[in-house]
Nanobody, 116 residues
Framework: QVQLVESGGGLVQPGGSLRLSCAAS????????MGWYRQAPGKQRDLVAI???????HYVESVKGRFTISRDNAKNTVYLQMNNLKPEDTAVYYC??????????WGQGTQVTVSS
């Protein structure tokens, strides 16, 4: 069975950095495009970044130049390096396949809080 386990979140000051990790069980990561998503309180879950099986990437405009998505298929892990964090980045961050409607499953997410 597929599991997606996010980690690496925490409390940081504006301008700080975090590196999120997503450990995926099975062979899902190597065979599928993966995405990072986030959900702020009272808002819907939004796509943040995508990495394809060819390692091509896409980012939502608000994080371009600050976030970098990467994958290590040998470790069954996808990463999100977040630099120059802003308060508006505060959210629970999730990883999943892209498109996200393929598993019918979401992990617990990892909380990112950006505050001074």
């Amino acid at each position: 069975q597929v599991q997606l386990v996010e980690s690496g979140g925490g409390l940081v000051q504006p301008g700080g950095s975090l590196r999120l990790s997503c450990a995926a069980s099975g062979s899902i990561l190597s065979r599928n495009a993966m995405g990072w998503y986030r959900q702020a309180p009272g808002k819907q879950r939004d796509l943040v970044a995508i990495i394809g099986t060819d390692s091509g990437t896409h980012y939502v405009e608000s994080v371009k130049g600050r976030f970098t998505i990467s994958r290590d298929n040998a470790k069954n892990t996808v990463y999100l390096q977040m630099n120059n964090l802003k308060p508006e980045d505060t959210a629970v961050y999730y990883c999943n396949l892209y498109p996200s409607d393929q598993l019918g499953y979401w992990g617990q997410g990892t909380q990112v809080t950006v505050s001074s």
